[in-house]
């Protein structure tokens, strides 16, 4: 069992063997290779990417609470909330650089930073979406003119949770 990592300001880097003198291809849209990788300046690819490394249980989720920092051919910079830092394990690291490795064919160094992501983190953006269909699902039957009607005709009454969003 290893103990917790500190709270705040803390970051961690695995050495890895030196990144080659030239970039492996990596595999673009439709399983074709491309060279180089997709340009990451506002980590706007980070939830595809989780999704494409086919990531598991803590692993998974320590990916979807954190935010890409930084991207380049040999190294990957997430940040990860401090109030989410008991998400952080040894194994769930090593177990994303490996799936990061695999999945770019390179070696690539993993640093993870305790610090407040500052954006929409995939899991926030998920949970977002999740209250804006709710949002939108409440709306739409409070103007629904049969439900309307049934409330005047017989004094019936929405029941506070019972509304979900179809999909």
């Known amino acids: 069992m290893t103990a917790p990592a ?15 003198a030239a970039a492996l291809p990596v595999p673009g849209p439709g399983g074709e290779e491309s060279p180089g990788l997709p340009p990451a300046p506002d980590g706007a690819e980070w939830p595809a990417l989780i999704q494409a490394l086919g990531l598991v249980a803590l692993t998974r989720e320590l990916a979807n609470h954190c935010v890409l920092r930084h991207l380049d051919e040999a190294h990957c910079v997430l940040a990860l909330d401090p109030q989410l830092v008991h998400l952080r394990s040894a194994r ?6 490996q799936a990061l490795q695999a999945h770019f064919r390179r070696p690539l160094r993993l640093t993870l930073r305790v610090e407040a992501p500052g954006r929409e983190t995939p899991s926030a953006q998920r949970q977002r979406q999740r209250e804006e269909r709710q949002r939108a699902a409440e709306l739409e039957l409070a103007r629904d003119e049969t439900v309307r009607a049934l409330q005047e005709r017989f004094d019936a009454r929405i029941v506070p949770g019972s509304i979900k969003p179809l999909d």
């Open 6 to 20: 500190p709270l705040s300001g803390t970051e961690t880097s695995r050495p890895k063997a030196p990144a080659p």
């Open 92 to 97: 769930a690291e090593a177990t994303l650089e």
